[in-house]
């Protein structure tokens, strides 16, 4: 008989029939939950969705976030962060795993939220983005005002109502979502937009901005905070004034814009000068110029006064003028005539000599002086010849007396020489080294004349004849000298041999 087969009343499931049960039994009980946690080991495979884990104390589980949900977070996700995860809860067949799949993130709490702040100031401030120096000034009077924010808010009702109290100008308004997911990038592209608008274009180009929105939480004015807005903010080339939030209030724009506003009031009041103050002021000017100039002028005229004064009359001082003509005009014609006069009786009373009778006397003159220079020229081109002569026969005298006596003179001189080269030989140390024997030169060079010169342990250098070779004293100064070999011949011979003194 076959065996009893065992009978039992529970079903059974397959792996997969059991996990697809379990993912539908979890995704009915827990369609939508919010989970508080701590992100941890967040990876971004290249897929381009991200994998993380949350835990508490006591607990883990696993959380996946699409790629398309990414962008729409408006956290970044990172290690240690303190989140409020929403989404579905779901299972894993693969690894019989649960997990939640997260569509919203939210950061649990104000402490997070000043952390990542802070962080992020951190990060961008060391970026430069807020230096003092990338700051510009605001225009006195701007023709056009840009204004970033909500249009159907407070804020834009008060920005335009005090500009229009203080001095009326021409206003553009570029509408944003100052709150939620959107809000950032909005506002970022609000500003890149009129940045580029052209300076010529259609559409007026501001001179200033105002990025305003009215007062929050932390939680309200979290777009302001986001990277991409304070980037904008800091690349804007139109002066950017920050008004978010009430006086209290601190966003990360306002570190990178170019003038914080406490309020939106406030940043009108910045942009735009009071019109009533500037005439009031124009006013008191002009009055003050006029006043100035109407002081020069009495001034001027008192100058003028006192020098006209000092001058005296004019039509005297010609009248004076035209007498003293009048009596200098008489009295130079009557001395004219007086002058011609005398003139005359000079010339009648001098004795006129003949212009021939000059010529004549020059004449003479003349002659004689060239009779005196053709004498001195004979003269001495007779003593010339004279002296030539005489040098030359004594140069042919003397020329005889070398062709005579010069060889004589060279033979003497060659036997001169040849004496004194013999002597110098004679003289030279080098004869006496050829005779067998040594000069003897201490280390420095120094010839050594006695044996006390020497001392134990000096290097000497001995020259013969033929050469030099080194030598070392083993004996003190003041020791007898001890009997030295005698040096060996290049040619074989041997002697003895000493100082040479």
């Known amino acids: 008989m076959a065996p009893e087969q065992a009978t039992s009343n529970v079903p ?34 290249r897929s381009g969705h991200c994998y993380f884990r949350l835990k508490d104390e006591n607990a883990v589980i696993d959380g996946v976030c699409w790629k398309g949900t990414i962008p729409r977070l408006g956290i970044r996700i990172e290690e240690g962060l303190e989140v409020i995860a929403t989404g579905r809860l779901t299972t894993y067949a693969g690894s019989s795993r649960y997990q939640i799949i997260v569509d919203r993130l939210e950061l649990a709490g104000e402490g997070a939220l000043l952390k990542l702040l802070e962080d992020r100031r951190k990060k961008l401030a060391a970026e430069g983005l807020f230096d003092a120096d990338r700051k510009r000034a605001l225009p006195f009077l701007p023709e056009v005002v840009g204004v970033v924010t909500s249009p159907s808010g407070a804020v834009i009702r008060d920005i335009l109502h005090r500009i229009s109290d203080r001095f009326p100008r021409r206003v553009l308004v570029w509408p944003v979502a100052v709150q939620g997911e959107k809000a950032a990038g909005e506002v970022a592209a609000a500003i890149a937009g009129f940045n580029r608008l052209p300076e010529q274009g259609p559409v007026p180009r501001p001179d200033v901005l105002i990025v305003a929105r009215g007062g929050g939480s932390l939680e309200d004015l979290w777009a302001f905070n986001e990277e991409i807005v304070v980037r904008a903010a800091a690349a804007s080339t139109i002066p950017l004034i920050s008004a978010v939030g009430h006086e209290t209030d601190t966003t990360l724009i306002d570190f990178a814009s170019d003038r914080r506003a406490p309020t939106p009031t406030a940043a009108a009041e910045m942009a735009v000068p009071v019109r009533a103050d500037l005439i009031a002021q124009t006013l008191d000017f002009g009055k003050r110029t006029i006043a100035c100039m109407n002081r020069v002028l009495r001034e001027a005229t008192l100058a003028v006064t006192g020098l006209a004064r000092g001058l005296g009359d004019p039509l005297r001082l010609i009248e004076e003028r035209q007498q003293r003509l009048d009596v200098s005009g008489e009295r130079l014609a009557l001395a004219t005539r007086g002058l011609v006069e005398r003139r005359g009786h000079a010339l009648a009373a001098a004795r006129l ?37 005489r040098m030359l026969e004594r140069l042919e005298r003397y020329g005889d007396q070398l062709r005579r006596h010069g060889g004589d003179l060279l033979q003497h001189g060659e036997r ?7 002597l110098l030989e004679s003289y030279s140390f080098h004869s006496v080294l050829n005779r067998g024997f040594a000069l003897v030169r201490d280390q420095d060079g120094h010839p050594v004349l006695a044996a006390a010169d020497a001392r134990g342990g000096d290097t000497l250098s001995i020259e013969f004849a033929d050469g030099k070779i080194g030598a070392k004293v083993t004996d003190g100064a003041g020791a007898a000298p001890r009997p030295a070999a005698p040096p060996r011949r290049r040619d074989g011979g041997s002697g003895n041999q000493g100082s040479l003194l």
Do not use: M, Y
Not at 354 to 374: G, H, M, N, T, Y
């Open 353 to 389: 000599v003949s212009p021939q009778r000059v010529i004549d006397a020059k004449q003479q003159l003349f002659d004689s002086e060239v009779r005196a220079l053709k004498s001195a020229a004979e003269r001495f081109k007779a003593d010339t010849l004279q002296k030539a002569e």
């Open 12 to 45: 059974e499931f397959t792996v997969s029939e059991l996990s697809f049960a379990l993912k539908r039994e979890i995704e009915t009980a827990f369609p939508r939950v919010r989970v508080r946690g701590e992100i941890s080991q967040p990876s971004f495979p």
């Open 416 to 422: 001169q020489v040849d004496q004194l080269g013999k």
